[in-house]
């Protein structure tokens, strides 16, 4: 399958391979929206403050997944690998795997994580709905703000059941809509008769909201053991990612970001961290 078209995405590599350095230092590593512990920082701090509320994000989801030493993690939809580098630097002898559908995001991810300690890294390109991993194989997956892009959760979930062993864990994070929203989404697509495409973001599916996940994930065999709404916690970035977008004069950009805050900030369409285990088989 080849990768979905994410214009954002192209932004971000052109910006990089041209040494811009507020987005190397906001986006060259996680890629994803962060976690704000205060959640009214000054516009001033805000873009300074980024790269810490980024890597808050994935030690927050990292803690959902209870890692132990020795386990096995595959990061699914995992951007220049900047999940994979904060467990290499803070983990030692894990067994890491990086996936995304994309290649050059691949190959940054390569050059700039080398394996430390007794961890080894391995990256992989493959579509995060079709796994080529053994069946049983991992501890723990992760999908930190990709799956919207996913031609399908349910296949996604389906693969992470299959790879995962039991007891193993799913930690994902997601744009999870309040039911109206949901409903009305999932209305509009079927009168359009094709899935929502976004300028600047590319396809994006938040048809899923929260009930909708627990039933899927159970109907999938997995159990859905958490569910932290940080909605609060996410809303700086919304600036901050304004703000870039417009000093690269991407003004359409700056209006699709808008609608989501606008969203957001009412309350429609909420951050959520959910972690589901895979059950241990009973025994006879
Ligand atoms: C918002 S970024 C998140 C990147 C990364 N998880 C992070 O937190 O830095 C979404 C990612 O999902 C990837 N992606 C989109 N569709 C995918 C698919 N079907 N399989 C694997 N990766 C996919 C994109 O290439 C992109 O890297």
Partial sequence: MPAPALPYFDQVLQRLEAGDPQLERCFGNHVHWGYWKDPHPSELSA???????????????????HLQAGES????????????DSLNQNWDGLALTGLNLD?????????????????????????????PLATDSLDVVLAVECIFHFPSRQAFLQEAQRVLRPGGRLVLSDFVPCRPLAILLRVLQSLRGAP???????????????????????????????????TVHTLP?????????????AESAVRDTARIEQLSRWGWLRYRILTFSKPIAAGP
């Avoid at 990061?75 to 900047?82: H, K």
């Fill in 237 to 249: 970035t919304y600036a901050v990612v304004r703000k870039l977008f417009a000093a690269m004069g």
């Fill in 103 to 131: 290649a050059r995001q691949i190959e940054r991810a390569r050059q700039f994580v080398q394996p430390r300690a007794a961890n080894t890294i391995e990256w992989i390109v493959a579509d995060a709905c079709a796994l």
């Fill in 47 to 65: 873009i300074q403050e980024f790269p810490q509320a980024a890597e808050a994000l994935t030690r927050l989801m990292l803690d959902q997944a």
């Fill in 73 to 84: 993690v595959l990061d699914v939809g995992c951007g220049f690998g900047g999940t994979i």
């Fill in 196 to 230: 929502f495409s976004n300028g600047t973001y590319g396809p994006v599916d938040c048809r899923w909201d929260q009930r909708r996940y627990a039933s899927q994930a159970k109907r999938h065999g997995l159990e859905l053991r958490n569910d932290l709404d940080i």
